[in-house]
């Protein structure tokens, strides 16, 4: 905004410089007395000012913007008419030494007297016309930013909607697991409870910025590999790694967790063995994380999870990383992997 106001001076600066200009233009060749430069200067200027601000302030928001070009255009052509006369009573009244010391047209140095006239009515149009110019870029401006608000409203209220979307899902996937555990090893069932408390702390306390520290996710990731463990058998085996240093990195939260869930969901298998492997590197600015796991599609009649993860995660990344990231998924040979790289 405050860009936008320094534009506004300097066209007004601009304007008035022209303006300013124009009597020096057409009393080019004249002496400029003092009489000749009140006559030939000051009260144009005075009248352009007029023009200009009447315009400005008033008739081209009540008529123009308001699609009442006619009224507009007859209302500028009286007021014009109007100081056009006016400036001639001054010079008849006031000024008449300047007449009767004006040479025949014949030895004037300047343009003939009525070309002079005609250049008058168009030099009386020019502060209309640059009025006209500047509030109209003035409004684009103004409705450019009121855009901009809009659309920046629209994503963080999409964005929002997204994350919600997300922690119901993901703690109703957490739930599914620990269900599992209940019959099967209620100790382990008690940690697991223990350790979501501490996952779901971060998704509601820790999560409600645009951005996050990536060492911070990567905790959040370790924490959550480690009690999707807890209900594994030895027929699974889960390989992990994360840079070891804190790469100084921030970014959006939770963009990788439904891949990591989606690796536990359809990469484990209770009879067949099984890999999931995770890894994640940084390399500049940029995150590249890829994960593979054996892929043991999910019978019809299992209506655990909502499906909704991987639709989140690429709506996400489309809305905070357009044109900044690459997402590629590929089930080869009964392997599922995911490619993604952030440029942040």
Same mark, same amino acid.
């Given at each position: ?84 006369? !006016? @400036?001639?009573? $001054? ?5 008449? =030494? ?8 014949? *030895?004037? /140095? ?78 382990? !069932? @008690?940690?697991? $409870? ?5 996952? =779901? ?8 910025? *645009?951005? /996050? ?28 790694s994360f840079p070891i240093s804190e790469p100084q990195i921030n970014i959006a939260p939770l963009l990788f ?88």
């Amino acid at each position: 905004m405050y860009k936008n106001k320094n534009i506004i001076i300097a066209q007004h600066l601009l304007i008035w410089l022209v303006l300013f200009s124009i009597p020096f233009a057409l009393s080019y060749g004249q002496n400029l007395e003092t009489g000749r430069l009140i006559a030939h200067f000051l009260i144009p200027v005075l009248f352009y000012a007029i023009i200009f601000y009447l315009n400005f302030f008033i008739l081209i928001d009540k008529f123009l913007f308001a699609k009442k070009t006619l009224i507009f255009v007859v209302l500028n052509i009286i007021i014009i008419g109007f100081f056009m006369l !006016a @400036k001639e009573f $001054i010079e008849d009244n006031f000024f008449s =030494m300047l007449i009767k010391n004006r040479p025949p047209e014949n *030895e004037r /140095v300047g343009p003939p007297f009525k070309l002079f006239i005609y250049i008058q009515m168009l030099t009386y149009a020019a502060p209309l016309l640059f009025s006209i110019a500047i509030k109209t870029t003035k409004r684009w401006v103004r409705t450019e930013a009121e855009r901009k608000e809009a659309d920046n409203f629209k994503l963080q209220t999409e964005l929002q909607h997204l994350r919600y979307q997300l922690q119901p899902h993901f703690f109703f996937n957490s739930l599914n697991n620990i269900y599992s555990l209940v019959d099967i090893s209620p100790d382990k !069932a @008690k940690s697991t $409870i223990h350790s979501l408390g501490k996952l =779901m702390r971060y998704l509601l306390y820790e999560t409600n910025t *645009e951005m /996050v520290p990536l060492s911070k996710e990567i905790e959040f990731m370790r924490k959550y590999i480690e009690l999707m463990k807890l209900r594994l058998t030895d027929k699974t085996t889960v390989e992990s790694s994360f840079p070891i240093s804190e790469p100084q990195i921030n970014i959006a939260p939770l963009l990788f967790i439904s891949l990591i869930e989606n690796a536990f969901k359809h990469g484990v298998s209770a009879n067949k063995e099984s890999v999931i492997s995770i890894d994640m590197i940084t390399q500049d600015s940029s995150v590249i994380f890829q994960i593979e796991n054996y892929n043991f599609p999910k019978e019809d009649t299992d209506k655990s999870g909502s499906g909704i993860g991987l639709p989140n995660l690429e709506k996400r990344l489309h809305l905070l990383y357009p044109n900044k990231h690459e997402f590629v998924q590929e089930i080869k040979d009964g392997i599922y992997s995911v490619y993604l790289k952030i440029i942040t």
